[in-house]
């Protein structure tokens, strides 16, 4: 394999992906996770993963790794003798990993050791920024557990990538300006909205379809799409093209703040590559979002 098509995205080293369990039992209702993976959380052994690492490490010489779990953080016990294992070993400060969390179930004693054996950014799917959403999505958390899980993650000195989704066929310009507001008050460190893509066989599919707001290919052929445009075609009086507007401009607004800048490129310059990484993600970014990409 050519591991240069594998790269870590601020440094550009190779990163593996490591499988760590598959399965998750939250019950969102926006998710094909259970009917693919399951609702029953299968971990692999702590050691099988750790042998994994060592392996990438000093077989092809891979240093990061994003660790592919559907919940990662589900298991604290799990978790806490994987980071012992690294943490003991000889590759303790020479690894580094990236792994998703859900904000609740979590602790933040698990945020430090995670960090402490190497975390380098921690991914939460908030989803929303509205109590009424998370509620209807059958998320199992709230607004205050997304900011708690924020707030921990700052305080261990984790990196947080923040995931939101728009387009639920109840939302409404009053909730999508609560989501907006949440946002610039996690102030996560990266931030990605997407528009709701309901797949087949969710509940937010079927939600989507009794409204008349899937687009007519996808209601009349039930088929697998390899395609990550989203399939609806609005939601009650929030047309598509509102809400690609809505995630343009967030998304231009959070990341063309002076401030967040400044934060972002500073602490690189010792760094050259990890600065040109920056910039060039960064001017992809801002460019896709410009020209409708």
Request: glycine letters at 6%; proline letters at 4%.
């Amino acid at each position: 394999m050519d591991l240069s098509l594998y790269a870590r995205p601020d440094t550009g080293e190779p990163m593996a992906t490591i499988q760590t369990s598959r399965g998750c039992y939250g019950t969102c209702n926006l998710c094909k996770t259970p009917k693919i993976a399951g609702v029953k959380v299968i971990f692999r052994k702590p050691e099988s993963v750790f042998a994994e690492i060592e392996e990438c490490y000093h077989v092809y010489g891979i240093k990061a790794f994003f660790f592919r779990a559907d919940t990662f953080t589900s298991n604290e016990q799990w978790i806490h003798k994987l980071c012992d294992l690294i943490i003991a070993s000889n590759l303790a400060g020479k690894i580094s990993f990236a792994a998703n969390s859900r904000v609740k179930p979590l602790q933040k004693a698990t945020l430090q050791r995670m960090k402490e054996a190497g975390c380098f950014v921690i991914a939460f799917g908030y989803d929303s920024g509205s109590d009424e959403t998370l509620l209807k999505i059958r998320k199992g958390a709230e607004t205050i557990d997304n900011l708690r899980a924020a707030n921990w993650a700052r305080q261990v000195g984790l990196p947080v990538y923040g995931f939101f989704v728009v387009g639920y066929p109840w939302e409404t310009k009053m909730l999508l300006a609560q989501t907006r507001k949440h946002i610039f008050k996690l102030n996560p460190d990266y931030l990605e909205i997407h528009i709701a893509l309901p797949y087949w066989g969710t509940q937010l599919q079927v939600l989507h379809n009794q409204s008349g707001t899937l687009e007519d290919y996808v209601v009349n052929q039930p088929v697998f799409m390899d395609n990550l445009e989203s399939s609806i075609t609005g939601v009650r009086n929030i047309t598509i093209d509102q809400l690609r507007n809505y995630r343009k401009y967030t998304l231009l607004a959070f990341y063309l703040r002076p401030k967040y800048l400044y934060t972002r490129l500073v602490p690189t310059i010792k760094n050259p590559r990890a600065t040109l990484s920056y910039i060039r993600y960064g001017w992809k970014l801002i460019s896709n979002l410009l020209t409708g990409k």
